[in-house]
């Protein structure tokens, strides 16, 4: 009997399987320069999850982060809000986003969304993205 094609939805999603996206992506990341792996994968506002690796280039400036690789897939399938991201990498340090991709993550993501920073251990921190980020600079600043 042919199997029936399920959605993974915001229900039957739960932090274990979030971790275990990341994870599987990073498996996935292009980091031949650095060696340093990173993936993510974030929850939207369209119930669907998308994950993201770290995308490096030769012309170093060229590379792209796993969380903005994430929310960029997101968005260009038409999500507007990211309720959870959560960023793993491939070392016992917990991974730190960078400024570029946390001024990223304040475009879709709002105070009180949920960051959560890992290891290759799946140890990890939560966090409210306001934590991350105070002071974000954003749209309401040019009103
Ligand atoms: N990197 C990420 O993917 N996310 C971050 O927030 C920090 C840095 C990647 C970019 C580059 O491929 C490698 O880590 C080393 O900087």
């Known amino acids: 009997m042919k199997k029936q094609k399920r959605r993974l939805n915001l229900v039957e ?21 650095s060696n340093y792996r990173v993936g ?6 369209n119930d669907k999850t998308y994950s993201g690796v770290n995308i490096e280039n030769a012309s ?3 590379t792209n982060c796993a969380e903005r690789t994430a929310i960029f897939k997101a968005v260009s399938e038409g999500v507007k809000h990211v309720s959870k991201i959560i960023v793993t990498n491939g070392t016992d340090e917990l991974s730190k986003p960078c400024g570029a991709c946390r001024q990223v993550m304040s475009e879709f993501m709002g105070p009180d969304d ?25 749209d309401k600043d040019m009103d």
């Open 13 to 33: 999603l739960n932090e274990k399987q979030l971790f275990e996206i990341a994870d599987e992506a990073m498996k996935n990341a292009y980091a031949p320069y």
């Open 60 to 62: 170093y400036g060229l």
């Open 40 to 45: 993510a994968a974030i929850v939207c506002d």
């Open 114 to 138: 949920i960051v959560y920073l890992a290891n290759q251990h799946n140890d990890f921190k939560e966090f409210t993205f306001k934590e991350i980020l105070p002071l974000a600079f954003s």
